[in-house]
């Protein structure tokens, strides 16, 4: 329709970036009629489109890749993956934040062996360990000064996302339920004591950080992103993931890693995403953590 509206000495810009995710089709007709393919991708596929002796024709094709968002070893990940290396890298984590997670790189990857779920007749997935997990990094960085606007959690699966947001209600409950102890023990002890030491002031953790899926995350950005994988292997023998192949589509990949400005945590299981080239990928590159377990303390 927009193109109809081009006059004939008019010109139609069609902005975007197609390595990323399009809009959802439900229709399987749809889909077999190829409209899962986007206008911009079938226009990329186009001879006129391409590169010619190495370079873009400028009066067809304008290409941003300048990149001054996010680390360069996070952005330098999908831009070998997708872009041909044609991006220019250029943002820079702050040390201060891997020295809060204890990591050399802005990519972190936390082996955790937890067990994927389909409750009841749900399609959808969980894995209960893993909502844990990305609870606890969440208040360890509260706790290190990061805000809650500064911070994403990123789920592949609808259930899983609702598993964690649970996780996190509890949790934040808890930690207002020891502020009010803590406050009537230092109230008791100055009024025994005669004392007035002021406590300090910590974080408030009970505003809630963006919890969503790779979907609903798509045009956003924050300093931080944890993803939640979710899945495990289906059986006794198998690594291989399998279903609707959520975890092993490109696009959304590329969405959830490029999310983030200065570090990504990777919550998943080694095995079963080492059967996905990108996961495989990310996981050369990135600090592991083997054998992470939740947080005792809680």
Known sequence: LPCSRVKDDGCFVLA?????????????EACELGLGESL??????????GKHQGKYD?????????AYRCDERILGLCDRLFYKGELNCLGKTP?????????????????????????GRSRSRQNDLEAEICIDKLFMLYKKGIKPDQIGI??????????????????SEKAKQRSYLLQKTVKLKQKIFGRSNRM????????????????????????VIIIST???PSGSDSNTIRGPGFLTDAKRFNVAISRAKWLVLVVGHQAVLNSCRYWRKFQQEAHVMHN???ERNY
């Open 40 to 49: 911009l991708e079938r226009l990329f596929s186009q001879h006129i489109y």
């Open 200 to 223: 300090q002031s910590k974080p408030d953790q009970s505003e809630m950080c963006k919890i969503d899926t790779v979907d609903a995350f798509q045009g956003n950005e924050r300093e």
């Open 154 to 171: 990123i789920a592949f699966y609808g259930l899983q996302k609702a598993l964690i947001i649970e996780k996190f209600k509890q949790r």
């Open 95 to 119: 040390p201060a934040i891997l020295q809060m997670v204890g990591a050399t790189k802005p990519l972190v990857f936390m082996q955790v062996n937890g067990q994927e779920m389909m409750p």
């Open 292 to 294: 992470v377990q939740r």
């Open 58 to 66: 400028e009066r067809y094709i304008t290409k941003l890749i300048d």
């Open 16 to 28: 975007g970036d197609p390595k990323q995710l399009g809009p959802v089709l439900h229709s399987r």
């Open 230 to 232: 979710t899945r495990t």
